[in-house]
């Protein structure tokens, strides 16, 4: 009797999903990410949000083989990535801008570097520049800091400012902005470069716009356009988001998802 009562008593509760909805990639994206899921579970309990990191083109390579529902990237997809995905499922994939970044460039606090052209910056990170003194700096030799080559943020900062050229050889590759920022902190010469929200211990330096004049990455100037690194960031799906993966994104599209934004460091798109 005793067992009759418990499985009809749980055949009446209601039943909790066990599914998440999984989001990876962008590390840039990820503190981001991490508060809208902490936030979107507060308010909807039972719901599972998981979110992982990893750099936006393994956000981007989990959604075309399946093994995430949402990809974060700091970079737009690419035609031969977004094929894949219409190759395999038969649908395209659907861009949504989920925030804007400033995209800062990092210098100790001790720095005296006040402002960069985008050509100095270019000069420096190709290896034509290696010294601080031809940018006017200190006579000391410039510490390069990058990201991996999977993130987002190193091919933007690639075809930003580089141009499509190769970093310099000497410039050390670290896994994420967080160790960037580390590294910066610590390293007297050093440059790194990474999102704005990340910019705690270190100086971001002003880019010289198309006018002349240098701007910081606030979200004045990424509004506006006049930071000349500003840059959207962006989730991907495989279609039109649907079902509990419609009902997060646009909880992050929503007046309190985008004040979670404002909150993180980086720029709201509404």
């Known amino acids: 009797m005793m067992r009759k009562l418990l499985a009809l008593a749980l055949a009446a509760a209601p039943m909790l999903s066990s599914a998440a909805v999984t989001v990876k990639g962008s590390d840039t994206l990820v503190i981001l990410a991490q508060r809208w899921a902490e936030e979107y579970m507060k308010k909807n309990p039972g719901k599972k949000v998981q979110v992982t990191g990893g750099g936006s083109g393994v956000g981007i390579a989990a959604l075309i083989n399946g093994t995430t529902q949402i990809a974060n990237a700091s970079r737009a997809m690419k035609a031969d990535e977004k094929a894949k995905v219409r190759d395999r499922y038969s649908v395209l994939p659907t861009e949504i801008t989920v925030a804007k970044d400033g995209l800062a460039v990092y210098v100790p606090e001790a720095s ?3 402002q960069l052209t985008l050509e100095q910056l270019r000069s420096i990170y190709d290896g034509d520049v290696t010294n601080w003194k031809d ?3 200190p006579d000391a030799p410039i510490v390069l800091y990058s990201r991996e080559n999977s993130s987002g943020t190193y091919v933007f900062f690639k075809e930003n400012v580089l141009k499509g050229d190769d970093f310099a ?4 590759t670290l896994p994420g902005t967080a160790a960037v920022v580390n590294a910066v902190a610590k390293e007297k010469n050093g440059i ?3 999102g704005a929200a990340y ?5 971001e330096v002003k880019l010289v716009g198309e006018d002349g004049q ?3 990455p606030s979200a004045e ?3 506006s356009g006049k930071y ?3 840059r959207p960031l962006f989730m991907y799906t495989r279609g039109k988001p649907s079902g509990e993966v419609s009902d997060f994104v646009n909880y992050c599209l929503s007046p309190e998802g985008q004040q979670l934004v404002t909150k993180v460091g980086y720029y709201p798109v509404k």
Do not use: C, D, F, W
């Open 214 to 216: 240098a701007y910081a």
């Open 112 to 114: 005296p570097i006040q």
């Open 135 to 137: 940018v006017g700096g």
């Open 169 to 172: 050889s000497t410039a050390q």
């Open 221 to 223: 100037n990424v509004a």
């Open 228 to 230: 000349p690194l500003a």
């Open 192 to 194: 790194g470069y990474g």
């Open 199 to 203: 910019a705690k211990g270190v100086r």
